[in-house]
Every structure is written in structure tokens, then in C-alpha cells.
């Protein structure tokens, strides 16, 4: 708790850009790096990328889109960004009930994560953190699960009503994710 409040107080008058850069390098990355130690290291657990992965290990500007099935979803996209030299540089789009999370919340919106309510309400603010990532040029993997809602196979009224929707827009009907609202 009081390591982020510091961090606030002593950063808020840099300007956004150098916030991010030392942010990134003290604070987020070092802690990614700490949640992959624990998964990949001392679980046991491990992950294998392949396709076409980009070879480059600086930080990369990119857009993931991953189906959201469990809660450690978050972990297997810190393996990939990882490997991409990325590991300080993700950030997400987010339920907005997240940022009301007693000391993360803050953080996170600290941190750039885009809180998101459901509906086009919203939209007028994430162009406006879009742009301000942009203008202070703030690399970033920007992730987002489409869906929103964890697939949870024992939730029969989501599942129907997501091939409901899939149905009304002429879409396959999913059988292992939600279908996402286009």
C-alpha cells in the first residue's frame, strides 16, 4: 500500500512518459517477472509458444485478442510477452468494477489498464486513453478478451444467451468460448 502511494507521490509531477518508462522498469515488469518465476519456475508449469511469433525482443506496439477462460489467463499472456521482451508493457482492458480492488484498483489505473463498462457508454474514453498512450508514446501490448465473461460451462443462461446472440448476427455458435459482441 505504501509502496504505491510513494510511488505516486514521488512520480506524479514527471510527465506521463517518464512515469511509464520508470513504472515499467521498476515496478510492473520486476512484478511480471516475479509471477512468471512462481508459475514457470518453481510449478513446474510451461509454456510453449509457436506459430509466428516475432522474433524481435524489444517492446513491441500490439493488439492481443485471447478468449478468456480462466482466471490465470493474465499469466499466460505475461509468458508470451515474456518472450517478446514485452513483460513491463502489457496492459488490459478491464470489467470497471477492478479498479474499485482495494490498492490494485489504483495501481492498475496507474498503470494504463483501460477500465471498460459493458454497452458503448464508454467509448469516447478509451479513444481518449488510446490517444494519450499514443501521444506520450507508450509502448504497449494492449489486451482484450472479447467475450468479457469467462466461459463457465456449468452457466447455461450465458451460454444461451451467447448463442442467441451468435444466432441474431448469423454466426457460428461457439461450444468452448462465449461468442463476442461485435
Given amino acids: 500500500s505504501s509502496g504505491?502511494?510513494?510511488?505516486?507521490?514521488?512520480?506524479?509531477?514527471?510527465?506521463?512518459?517518464?512515469?511509464?518508462?520508470?513504472?515499467?522498469?521498476?515496478?510492473?515488469?520486476?512484478?511480471?517477472?516475479?509471477?512468471?518465476?512462481?508459475m514457470e519456475g518453481l510449478s513446474g508449469v510451461k509454456f510453449k509458444v509457436y506459430g509466428d511469433v516475432p522474433?524481435?525482443?524489444?517492446?513491441?506496439n500490439a493488439l492481443l485478442v485471447?478468449?478468456?477462460q480462466c482466471v490465470s489467463d493474465w499469466v499466460i499472456i505475461d509468458s508470451f510477452a515474456?518472450?517478446?521482451g514485452n513483460a513491463g508493457y502489457i496492459h488490459f482492458f478491464a470489467k470497471n468494477a477492478l479498479k474499485y480492488v482495494p490498492l490494485f484498483g489504483i495501481y492498475w489505473h496507474q498503470h494504463g489498464l483501460i477500465f471498460v463498462k459493458r454497452g458503448n457508454n464508454n467509448l469516447e474514453n478509451i479513444r481518449k486513453q488510446l490517444k494519450d498512450k499514443k501521444k506520450n508514446n507508450i509502448p504497449m501490448m494492449m489486451t482484450l478478451f472479447p467475450e468479457g465473461?469467462?466461459?463457465?460451462?456449468?452457466?447455461?443462461?450465458?451460454?444461451?444467451?451467447?448463442?442467441?446472440?451468435?444466432?441474431?448476427?448469423?454466426?457460428?455458435?461457439?461450444?468452448?468460448?462465449?461468442?463476442?459482441r461485435i
Fill in 66 to 68: 485471447a478468449n478468456h
Fill in 149 to 180: 465473461t469467462r466461459f463457465n460451462p456449468d452457466n447455461q443462461p450465458a451460454i444461451d444467451k451467447s448463442h442467441a446472440y451468435a444466432r441474431s448476427i448469423d454466426f457460428p455458435q461457439c461450444t468452448k468460448v462465449l461468442t463476442p
Fill in 55 to 60: 522474433t524481435k525482443k524489444d517492446p513491441v
Fill in 82 to 84: 515474456m518472450r517478446l
Fill in 4 to 38: 504505491i502511494n510513494a510511488e505516486y507521490g514521488l512520480t506524479l509531477p514527471l510527465p506521463k512518459r517518464w512515469y511509464h518508462k520508470l513504472e515499467q522498469f521498476f515496478c510492473w515488469g520486476p512484478y511480471q517477472r516475479v509471477c512468471m518465476f512462481f
